[in-house]
Each structure stands twice: as structure tokens, then as C-alpha cells.
């Protein structure tokens, strides 16, 4: 159950608890500015209600929990755990109000999404430069250089065509002539 109240000057206060953990954050509005402090705070499950009081330099929230009594103290934006039990009985108690909903808290609070895992690298491409990783390769136009992969022995030197059509070099394998489609005698 997440609770606040409010401070003056613009400034909130809220408490949950997540766990043992008690969660104590500052939000502050003033001077058209948002300010947010927080402090996750190791306390053990609350067994009752928290109090929050107004002292000379601050605010105290009491905390009681199984296992013990916790004393946050505020001043200005900084949230501590106080020591020793500090002296409560003149101060005013501040009327927290409970929230229904978590979705009242600061999107502060909401909890953190899981991260998504590392989509595979892509290769890059630009213009006719085209990379990747594993293997590490580079392709730029018809020239490629490739890493961390063994490297295929040279190929025999291919017996040089020519269209016959056309004139433009040809594989020997080639059926057709890549630059005019003139069927190619073998
Ligand atoms: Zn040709």
C-alpha cells in the first residue's frame, strides 16, 4: 500500500513499500521545476501504517516493521535513517493518505521493464560498402575481404571468355552473357 502526504512549498512525499524495502520519495513542484529524490530503504515488511511528523528542521517518518522502528528524516531534498529515535512528542503529525492505486504514484515508480535482449547485428550497408560481423567481412563493390574465416585457396585461373556477341568478358561457366544474354557456345 503506497501512501502520501503533502509537505508544503509544493513538495510530496510518498511512501511504499516493495518487499522489506521501504521506498521514500520527494517530489517537489516548486519554481515551475520537478524535482524528484528517492531512497529504497532496507526496513522489513511495515506492520502498521507510517507516520509522518513536523519537526524544527524537517520531516520524521516513523516507521514500525517486524523488525523494528525506522525514523527517516527529510530535509529539504535529502532522505536519511536517522541514528537514535529522535523526540516526537510536540511535533505535528502530517495526515498521510493512502493511494488506491498504484498508478497514482510518479511514473518514477512504476516498475522498470525488463531489458529486451540484443537483437542480432545486421549487416551494415552503405552504398555498395556493405559490412558485417562474425565473420567479420567487408564487401565493397566487387571487392570483399573477409576475417576470422579461412580463407579458400585461390581458384584455378578461369579460362577468359568473351562474348562473341558483344565482346564483354564471361565466365567460362556462364551459359549466357551477363551483359547482352547472347547464348554462349561452350
Ligand atoms: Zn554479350
Known amino acids: 500500500m503506497a501512501y502520501q502526504c503533502e509537505l508544503g512549498n509544493g513538495q510530496h512525499l510518498f511512501l511504499d513499500q516493495s518487499g522489506t524495502q521501504t521506498l521514500v520519495m520527494l517530489s517537489s513542484s516548486g519554481g515551475g521545476q520537478q524535482q ?10 511495515w506492520t502498521t501504517d507510517p507516520e509522518v511528523f513536523r519537526v524544527a528542521n524537517g520531516v520524521i517518518v516513523k516507521l514500525k516493521t517486524a523488525q523494528g522502528e525506522y525514523f527517516v528524516q527529510i530535509q529539504g531534498s535529502s532522505i536519511g535513517v536517522l541514528s ?15 493511494l488506491d492505486s498504484p498508478s497514482q504514484m510518479p511514473p518514477m515508480m512504476s516498475p522498470i521493464e525488463p531489458m529486451q535482449p540484443m ?13 558485417s560481423l562474425k565473420p567479420m567481412a567487408m564487401k565493397m563493390g566487387d571487392m570483399s575481404m ?11 585461373p578461369a579460362t577468359r571468355q568473351f562474348c562473341s556477341q558483344c565482346g564483354v568478358a564471361v ?3 556462364d551459359r549466357f552473357c551477363s551483359s547482352c544474354g547472347h547464348q554462349l557456345d561452350t
Open 36 to 45: 524528484q529524490a528517492t531512497q529504497s530503504i532496507q526496513t522489513g515488511s
Open 84 to 98: 537514535s529515535v529522535p523526540a516526537l512528542d510536540n511535533a505535528q503529525q502530517i495526515q498521510m493518505q493512502q
Open 119 to 131: 537483437q542480432p547485428m545486421k549487416p551494415m550497408q552503405m552504398g555498395n560498402m556493405q559490412m
Open 146 to 156: 573477409q576475417m576470422g574465416v579461412p580463407t579458400a585457396p585461390p581458384a584455378p
Open 171 to 173: 565466365q567460362s561457366a
